[in-house]
């Protein structure tokens, strides 16, 4: 891989890393507005559910992108979540109910909480690779 081709790829990892961390915040932050009663159950689901799917594609094309750079073990690393992503879906407990949101929204909100650090790691591991790519350019 030419070097200027290394660094566009670790742009666009590192971009969809971020993409995927601030759909987790903006999910934590809804979560924060349910329980001070700023938001109600029917709109906290609403928002939620509609970023589920988005996240399940953008986390699994991030995990392909790395699989195809040939970085095995930062792709290995997202498995686990992809996997737990699978077995939500076919569980059919992927979406949230607005009738029991406030049963589960203690463990929803910490598996977000959860999530978020998984995202943050990674951001900060794809963010060094990027820069160790960005120095490996020879200056003209």
Known sequence: MGL?????????????TAVLLFMDIYSL?????LLMDHLNPVELCDKVNFLI???FGIHLFLTLL??????????????PLIAFHIQKYI????????T????VA??????????????LLTF?????????????????
Not at 4 to 16: D, G, R
Not at 124 to 139: D, E, G, N, Q, W
């Open 100 to 103: 029991r949101v406030f049963r």
């Open 4 to 16: 200027a081709l290394e660094v566009a790829y670790w742009i666009v990892v590192f971009l969809t």
């Open 66 to 79: 790395l699989f195809l750079g040939g970085h095995w073990f930062v792709g290995l690393l997202n498995i």
């Open 29 to 33: 932050i809804l979560f924060s507005d």
């Open 53 to 55: 799917y988005p996240e």
């Open 91 to 98: 569980r059919k407990e992927h979406l949230l109910d607005n």
């Open 124 to 140: 900060v591991t794809y963010l060094y690779c990027f820069i160790r790519a960005m120095l490996s350019i020879p200056k003209s």
């Open 106 to 119: 203690a463990q929803v909100q910490r598996y977000y909480e959860l999530k978020m650090g998984f995202f």
